[in-house]
């Protein structure tokens, strides 16, 4: 019998999950709520929650070239004047919109694909412009998803709400 390469989203099952729980910690505040900080130096809950969004956008559509001008135009969701006063539903929008753009390339993608090198689209603070592959992508967003999730949480909890239960 033939072997399967198996696709990338089997090792990362969980990521779906994690989505929703985050996805769901949001959508049910206020704005009162969304502008809520573990400490006056850190990002409230709306801009932690419209970052992910962003890093997502740039990370596989700027980098990798992965879906369209719906996903070209959540790039700079963490740093244009709406950020402040963005409301849940919009914010839990363009969460779904970038983990269905997310999603359906971990289904495409197979194991040999995850080699594929890309060039940082435009320099970075130090003028350079590095190469990543695939592989290193995908676990930096799941990992950039899992630590702004977590201070979302926490400035959540902190304040008497629910953050993500995992």
């Known amino acids: 019998m033939p072997s399967v390469e198996p696709v990338v989203a089997e090792y990362f099952v ?3 999950e994690y989505q929703r729980k985050l996805a769901g910690a949001i959508a049910p505040l206020d ?3 969304l502008d809520l900080q ?3 130096h850190l990002w409230p ?3 932690l929650a419209s970052h992910v969004v962003a890093a997502r956008a740039w990370l596989f559509h700027a980098w990798m070239g992965e879906g369209g ?3 070209e135009g959540l790039i700079g969701f963490d740093d244009d004047p709406a950020t402040a006063t963005r ?3 919009e914010i839990v929008g363009a969460l779904d919109g970038t983990w269905s753009l997310i999603e359906s390339c971990l289904r495409r993608w197979s194991w040999s694909d995850l080699s ?3 060039e940082r689209p435009s320099p970075n603070a130090a003028g350079e412009r590095p ?3 695939r592989r290193y992508i995908i676990w930096h967003v799941a990992e950039h998803d899992l630590h702004h999730g977590g201070e979302i949480s926490f400035s959540l909890g902190m304040h008497g709400l629910p953050g993500i239960e995992l």
């Open 69 to 71: 001008a719906d996903v």
């Open 116 to 118: 594929e090198e890309f």
């Open 131 to 133: 190469r990543r592959s």
């Open 38 to 40: 573990a400490a006056p």
């Open 31 to 33: 704005a009162a709520q």
């Open 14 to 16: 969980g990521w779906g």
């Open 87 to 89: 409301s849940a539903a």
């Open 45 to 47: 809950v709306r801009m």
